[in-house]
């Protein structure tokens, strides 16, 4: 049984690797094959807290993944981080445990920064550069590295924050540049990444150009809210990772709540990658990825990693 | 972070101590002190396998713990063990992960004789000593260390199995003796435990003497089935571990499908524990425990091994 930590699963985190297997459990859970029963949770209404537990199968894979995902808001007053977790991995022929892997939230970090640039890649203008990041936390450094990795070395990076103090920090530490005029950056990028905790709309519709791409990651629960609802109306293309989540508490379930937007328009990021729908159809349209996060992307990590240890 | 494997718990194991434990969660879960979400449940048709997440948390204790329980029957083919597992105890207070105990459900056998052996002594008469035990697999090893703990040395035990060699080698380990005729040794016993995976019952209702104590163990999924219906009906006081577990797929579930036992007849162990709810009444009283294990039980030996990791 293998046990490892969140510094050995660091040094086994190979992007170019991990990517193609998270489309694969894409293109898998748009195919059904991927048995993912209801997410557990269990709250703790003293601290304000809660656990979810996600858990799935790929059909005739040897192994099948467990996540557990802890989120109490009082850490931050510890000094220590709100999310934590770990994933294990069981076989799915002996039902034995295979490994403990102690990641403490690292890996869903990872993997939703891998399916942003999926996302982006799979639905922004084929000569898209500029990707404008807003948010400064531990999911936009994901998102930049994710980009940077997918899209090519040649992508510029220009980060906005609430605060313009650790906006500059941010764009330090990753090589990019700051964002200090919103308005400006939002009608410049090519690809806008929105990876905030937001819960009201963080720029108005009508500062994003004809052939903008978004990629929204920050929606992942009920209450938050990154897109402005005219946005979201007046996209030519809405990619979903999963449709019944993210009529629930995605960015697109907002815009479906007015009635400006109908779910059976919404398509799933799984069929374009299968080819099964078209993405981007000009190159003036705009784009919109909304991304709650689905189980598929843990079992595909959790397996990328063990194969990593072994290999 | 604590990690143990089997043979490391097996040394922490105190009966002793984990009995009043696994008494206060009954009363607790009674007494609506335990959050018990639904269990989280995932199937490998190829191998007519499954696996069960259990969890829950007891209120105002500092942690909680979550149960992975797989059950893969073609293990036998490869010389392994069906069942397997682990138990994940996390913090309540920050959501950390506290420990892994790899116990490959070690702990579920544990804490299922101790409640067979608590619910024999609340409901058994005052001295009663003659214990007959039906089955020769684990829980028939568990029963009769948890009885032999609770009941006190002077108790004398007889195994019953549906093959004598096992039954002699069963009896000949544990130091009690073979039953080889079942109906003159259900007619003489005080306590009779049923501990097989059976789907009939294992003997007719009108075998079983005035003032006879049963407790089954056996019946934890859809299907099984330890005792006659009639004896189910014909019992003067029916209690369970839960009544929405057991009347969906306990013993007492067969006697309530056809009619001859309404659920609101049924007394939660916990209730009995807590005094809430009379046991026997009288020394002629057939008394029924009929136990399908609560989560509530996984969370006491989990603590109580942890305690003992930590003393």
């Known amino acids: 049984m293998i046990i490892l930590n969140k510094s050995e699963i660091e040094a086994l985190i190979d992007r170019s690797t991990i990517a193609p297997a998270i489309k694969s459990a894409f293109v898998a859970t748009r195919q059904g094959q991927v048995e993912l029963p209801p997410v557990g949770h ?172 978004i990629t929204a990651v920050g929606a992942d629960a009920p209450g938050k809210q990154e897109l402005d609802i005219a946005l979201v109306a007046r996209a030519d293309r809405l990619v979903v990772d999963l449709v019944t989540q993210c009529a629930h508490h995605g960015e697109v379930s907002h815009a479906i709540a007015t009635g400006m937007v109908h779910p059976n328009t919404l398509v799933e990021l799984g069929a374009i990658f299968a080819g099964e729908a078209p993405g981007r159809q000009s190159t003036s349209d705009i784009t919109i990825a909304d991304l709650t996060g689905i189980a598929a992307q843990d079992i595909a990590i959790a397996q990328c990693i063990l194969a990593a240890h072994h290999s």
């Open 42 to 213: 269990i709250t703790f209404p003293d601290h304000n807290a809660d656990c979810h537990i996600k858990y799935g199968h790929m059909r005739h894979q040897d192994n099948f993944v467990i996540k557990v995902a802890t989120g109490f808001p009082g850490n931050a007053d510890l000094g220590m981080p709100t999310g934590n977790g770990m994933v294990l991995v069981l076989s799915a022929i002996t039902g034995a445990l295979q490994a403990v892997l102690h990641d403490e939230m690292r890996l869903t970090d990872v993997r939703t920064g891998i399916a942003g640039a999926l996302a982006s890649q799979a639905l922004a203008r084929p000569k898209a550069r500029r990707v404008l990041v807003l948010g400064t936390g531990p999911q936009t450094v994901e998102q930049v590295l994710a980009h940077r990795a997918i899209l090519g070395d040649q992508t510029e990076f220009s980060i906005w924050g609430r605060s313009a103090e650790r906006a500059t920090a941010c764009a330090a530490a990753l090589g990019a540049s700051t964002a200090p005029d919103l308005q400006a950056a939002v009608s410049q990028a090519d690809i806008i990444v929105t990876a905030t905790g937001a819960k009201t709309p963080l720029f108005p519709a009508d500062w994003v150009m004809p052939g903008t791409h």
